[in-house]
């Protein structure tokens, strides 16, 4: 298979997770069925066709709203399911059209539906950082076996670096952002450094801004979820973590 067509797969695999996804991020906080009703309008409650459920697409044939009640539908589903298959396409095109793209492609498929429970509820379910580890260590012991060392050590590592941070500022983190870095550790190995670096410094900016535009006193006290920082920390680590620490061994060893 040629990494075009396998591009081309991964995306639309992607999107039609991505609108399972979606279905995890609302569903699981709330402790419902994730397969039990079938998909549905958020208004009326009527259940959607099969279709009417063909990501991004009937969304967008739909204009955005329900065909049953004509009630928008929020922009985020189409989002979420394109995002995805863009991630998937994006991890095929780095590594290849074959095994080298399992991990990658479980690593950004959990990484999802963590960022949009974080975003809604603040809360990074203990059920998906376990299924993403569990998922990391099939994988590496079916693809490369050798490596499994390396990410234990890398889990340890990032998850003790950032448990050790929320000991000393309990209020700036919780242990769900703990088990997310150590998680982030198996998938990533060694690249998990650059990626914990990408996600100290993309919150220290943000937080940054927002003390800039709201005042130092107000900044502080305005409660930020980490977990998307550690994901968009985990992207820059899969992509280009690697090419990272060899440019830092190159250059200062």
Excluded: H, Q
Excluded at 38 to 60: K, Q
């Amino acid at each position: 298979m040629t990494t075009t067509l396998g591009a081309v797969l991964a995306f639309i695999g992607g999107a039609i997770i991505g609108s399972f996804l979606n279905v995890v991020a609302y569903r699981l906080p709330r402790g419902e069925s994730l397969s039990r009703p079938g998909s549905r309008c958020p208004s009326c409650e009527t259940p959607i066709r099969p279709y009417d459920n063909v990501p991004v697409l009937s969304w967008l044939v739909l204009r955005g709203r329900c065909r049953a009640c004509g009630e928008r539908i929020s922009a985020r589903y189409p989002i979420v399911e394109a995002v995805t298959g863009l991630l998937c396409a994006a991890v095929v095109i780095a590594k290849g059209a074959d095994s080298d793209a399992w991990l990658g492609l479980a690593f950004v498929l959990v990484l999802v539906p963590i960022v949009l429970i974080d975003l809604d509820v603040r809360l990074i379910p203990n059920r998906l950082t376990l299924i993403g580890a569990v998922a990391a260590l099939v994988i590496l012991a079916l693809v490369d076996r050798d490596s499994i060392v390396e990410a234990l050590i890398a889990a340890a590592a990032a998850g003790g670096f950032l448990l050790v941070a929320v000991l000393a500022y309990p209020r700036g983190m919780g242990m769900g952002d703990v088990k997310l870095a150590a998680m982030m550790g198996l998938y990533l190995g060694r690249a998990v450094a650059p990626a914990m670096f990408a996600a100290m410094l993309a919150g220290t900016l943000v937080g940054a801004v927002i003390i800039a535009r709201v005042g130092a006193e107000k900044g502080r006290k305005t409660a930020i979820p980490f977990g998307p920082y550690l994901a968009l920390g985990g992207l820059v680590g899969l992509f280009a973590g690697d090419a990272m620490v060899d440019w830092y061994l190159d250059t200062f060893t």
